[in-house]
């Protein structure tokens, strides 16, 4: 199983940002901390013993890291008393460059932590500005030069492509800045306008802005050819890895892994069904900071529904092309008891014809073309 902590923390808000974040005291953060962990104790008591062995822990935001390293491995230390951590447990922690220093580095490594996840974004000061980051590219240089002093040997970067006013130049040199300090990971994504934050308000009406859909395309293939010859392999969509250096916790939401979320808002997905924390925070903090562990409200959660058959199928599906080794063929019939082909047969040949589907020599694996991957959004809905 998985585990993901959600720490909905940010010192400011970013301009494109829908993650579910805000600003909070000193004092509010401590009594997050605190019922964080009466939840994590409420499923420690409440899981079967086999379900409690974890593979990967995931601290996301958020801001991991605004609640400084000593609560992060306060956390890390109740939930190794409340679940099994395997031995080779990937332990991540996402963290912005302005929030943590050497020291707080240290003490995570030191405290079991053993991937880190930095949101650069771009390696231009006047494009972070613009994004409404709170770092400087020198703050990232600063902190990634700390985190591998400290001993840290897996570390992620992330980056976002086609910002307003970015050109193809441009984007290449913050590529380029970043494949310099040889991270093990870099996830690569192009900007999305999400409704509700100031950039969709700014950007949705004036589209002139933003790069045209043909930059944006050139930056995508730019990442694939750059990162390709710097020796990332492309193992999902938008994330590529030096080889035995992928997300282990990411690929396990895209194989359909168990995991329990638990922070505010944090979604799970267990036994068939999918369910998710209310976003409430005071809420939150009522139903989880008591000492005798019993909730307050009994309806904590935003949503909560069983698969049926035809939607786990279909989340087989489109979850698992997203990897570039896509899905097994045996592994379909061993979840479903059904054929792959005998589902999808009429889906999958299209595609196959179309070129963006190919079933590997052996047919045991069907995955997407390089072209599949481009209009991977094209392929899902095939599957919906
Ligand atoms: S730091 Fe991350 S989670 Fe926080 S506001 Fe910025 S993008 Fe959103």
Not at 94 to 117: C, Q, Y
Not at 147 to 160: M, S, T, W, Y
Not at 245 to 264: A, C, D, I, M, Q
Request: proline fraction near 3%.
């Amino acid at each position: 199983m998985e585990l993901y902590i959600h720490i909905p923390f940010c010192v400011r808000k970013c301009k494109y940002c829908d993650f579910l974040s805000m600003t909070a005291d000193e004092e509010t953060r401590e009594r997050y901390v605190k019922a964080l962990m009466g939840e994590i104790a409420y499923y420690g008591r409440h899981m079967e013993k086999k379900d409690r062995i974890l593979e990967t822990v995931y601290f996301g935001g958020g801001t991991p890291t605004v609640i400084g390293a000593r609560n992060l491995i306060h956390i890390l230390d109740c939930i190794k008393k409340c679940f099994q951590v395997k031995d080779g447990c990937e332990i991540t922690v996402e963290l912005n460059p302005a929030t943590i220093d050497g020291e707080g580095l240290k003490e995570l490594h030191k405290g079991g932590v053993n991937r880190l996840s930095i949101g650069l974004q771009s390696a231009h000061n006047e494009e972070l500005r613009l994004l409404g980051r709170i770092h400087s590219y020198e703050d990232f240089l600063e902190v990634f030069g700390k985190a591998r002093e400290a001993g840290f040997d897996n570390i992620n970067v992330d980056l976002i492509s086609a910002l307003p006013g970015q050109s193809v130049g441009d984007y290449q040199d913050s590529l380029q800045k970043v494949m310099r300090l040889k991270p093990e990971h870099i996830s690569a994504y192009s900007l999305i306008l999400e409704e509700g934050t100031p950039f969709y308000n700014t950007y949705v009406n004036h589209p002139e802005l933003l790069p045209d859909e043909e930059t944006d395309r050139e930056m995508y293939h730019l990442t694939k050819k750059v990162l390709k010859e710097a020796g990332y392999e492309r193992y999902e969509i938008s994330n590529y890895a030096k080889p035995g250096f992928e997300s282990k916790h990411n690929s396990g939401y895209w194989k359909r892994v168990p995991y329990l979320g638990t922070g505010l808002g944090a979604s799970s997905f267990m036994e068939g069904k999918r369910f998710k924390n209310g976003t409430n925070l005071k809420e939150y903090l009522q139903n989880w900071e008591k000492e005798d562990g019993n909730i307050v409200h009994e309806d904590r959660f935003d949503e909560f529904y069983a698969l049926s058959r035809q939607d786990e199928m279909a989340e087989y599906m489109y979850l698992g092309l997203r990897m570039s080794r896509g899905v097994s063929i045996k592994g379909f019939f061993k979840c479903f008891g059904k054929g792959l082909f005998d589902i999808y047969g009429r889906e999958l040949i299209k595609l196959e014809k179309e070129g963006l589907l190919l079933v590997d020599e052996e047919g045991d694996r069907v995955y997407l073309t390089d072209f599949g991957m481009d209009v991977s959004n094209y392929v899902f809905e095939r599957f919906l």
